[in-house]
């Protein structure tokens, strides 16, 4: 060690150098790194190696609003040089540390000696000891553990409003140690009683530790009760969405019954037809025999063309292929799905159809000379399945990745869809490009 160190400053040295740490800490524990601090991770310890020595240098001067100024610069520095502040909540535990470390370093320092009403504007360090740093050390270790375990890093922004009153509470108290350091410096404390003073720096301290708990719990409670709107909501939403669906799919449902009965019906009469057109025809009745014939043929039902082998999930592609052809839609289709499944049918055939009824529906905005849906899926122990569809300029994408609507009553199929792959822990990718749209979906089916 350099020989112009002396024993209580090599103690602060290393006081500090725990200070730095504990920041770092902090910092990492609260808060996000930057884009350009995660590729370039190498120089973030000389940063707080030079914040170290900042202040290292300033306490050293021995003057208590410098050593207040260093310390409160130690912390934000490196904090918004490495990491990103969204805001003023995210600055709360350090707010609880300046006054639980400013209490325990006024407590520590009037016992030990080296504060008092005598000194002057000074700090006196020469007579810290190792005992005293030894504590003062172990108690910061404590309280940064203590905060970083309790105080939440998840904020709500409807709570950080409604407790931003409480957040002063640290901060003036920051505000009286201050004031109460300045004029025990420039000894206008006459008759300075030590113990009046101490007890009155405990009391800000539990009454910070009060508060403390006061805004974890109420943002917790907050979050929690946010969570239970957003889940009944979802699930109101949910419900809406199937009860919507198993509707549609009962109206189809019973319109390929009503196309059954009439096939049978029809199977039932062609007996006596095919007898009235024998004898027609065995009679010369060319004519009539023809008319008989194309008004009967015109009857027949249409057959739904086979995409796959699961009944209901052809259904649906039958249905939405049939619609996309009266819009003029081009169509391509390839199609492997098996009879039986792991997953429910039904909602597979829900989210199919809202796919092919979002790519129907964009498909419609152009020309009917660009509007084209491809539909691929095939099963290898999991679905997969990719639609593409033309669309007029590019689909909007959320963070998230997922398509959205300001339209008023859209991006419910989006959310049904989105509910059933996390449901069977699938996944599902949007691709927006200039007028094409690509969904991709695995299904652990």
């Known amino acids: 060690m ?3 160190l002396t024993g209580a400053e090599l103690l602060l040295g290393v006081g500090d150098l725990l200070t730095v740490y504990l920041f770092g800490y902090m910092h990492r524990h609260f808060f996000e790194k930057r884009h350009w601090a995660e590729r370039h991770e190498r120089f973030l310890p000389v940063i707080y190696f030079l914040d170290w ?3 290292f240098a300033s306490n050293l001067m021995e003057i208590p609003p410098l050593n207040l100024a260093a310390m409160i610069s130690a912390y934000l520095l490196p904090l918004f040089v490495i990491y990103g502040v969204k805001r003023f ?3 709360t535990g350090f707010f609880f540390y300046m006054v639980g470390s400013m209490v325990m370093e006024v407590f520590l320092g009037i016992t030990s000696g080296y504060l008092n009403n005598e000194m002057g504007f000074r700090t006196q360090y020469d007579l810290l000891t190792p005992q005293t740093a030894l504590l003062m050390n172990l108690m910061e270790i404590i309280l940064v553990i203590l905060i970083c375990r309790f105080g939440g890093r998840e904020k709500d ?4 409003k409604m407790i931003l009153l409480l957040m002063a509470m640290p901060i003036v108290s920051v505000m009286l140690i201050i004031v109460d350091m300045f004029l025990l410096g420039m000894g206008w404390y006459h008759g300075f009683n030590s113990g009046q003073y101490l007890r009155t720096a405990v009391l800000l301290v539990v009454v910070n530790i009060a508060v403390f708990a006061v805004i974890e719990k109420y943002t917790a409670m907050m979050n929690h009760e946010m969570e239970l709107v957003q889940e009944k909501a979802k699930l109101q939403s949910d419900a809406a969405m199937m009860g919507m669906a198993a509707q549609n799919m009962k109206d189809r449902l019973l319109a390929s019954e009503t196309v059954i009965r009439r096939d049978r019906l029809m199977r039932h009469d062609r007996r006596h037809f095919e007898s009235l057109l024998l004898q027609l025809l065995e009679d010369g009745k ?3 025999a023809c008319k008989y014939l194309k008004e009967r043929l015109a009857l027949e039902p249409q057959t ?3 995409y796959c082998d699961n ?7 039958s249905h939405y292929i049939a619609q996309a052809g009266k819009e003029e839609i081009r169509t391509e289709v390839s199609v492997h799905i098996p009879v039986s499944l792991a997953v429910d049918e039904m909602e597979l055939s829900i989210t199919i159809s809202n796919l092919l009824e979002n790519a129907i529906h964009a498909c419609r905005k152009l020309p009917e000379s660009e509007r084209y849906l491809k539909l691929t899926a095939h099963y290898k122990s999991q679905l997969l399945m990719e639609i593409e569809n033309s669309c007029s300029g590019t689909v909007p994408l959320n963070q998230d990745g997922h398509p959205f609507s300001n339209e008023k009553n859209h991006g419910v199929g989006t959310r049904s869809v989105l509910a059933f792959v996390e449901k069977t822990d699938g996944e599902i990718q949007y691709i927006a490009s200039e007028h094409r749209f690509i969904v991709r979906m695995i299904i652990n089916a």
């Open 157 to 160: 922004e409807k709570s950080d």
């Open 304 to 306: 739904a063309e086979k």
């Open 311 to 317: 009944t209901m999930v052809n259904a649906v592609i």
């Open 2 to 4: 350099n020989a112009w």
């Open 286 to 288: 060319t004519e009539e």
């Open 53 to 55: 020595c900042i202040l």
């Open 89 to 91: 909540r995210d600055l």
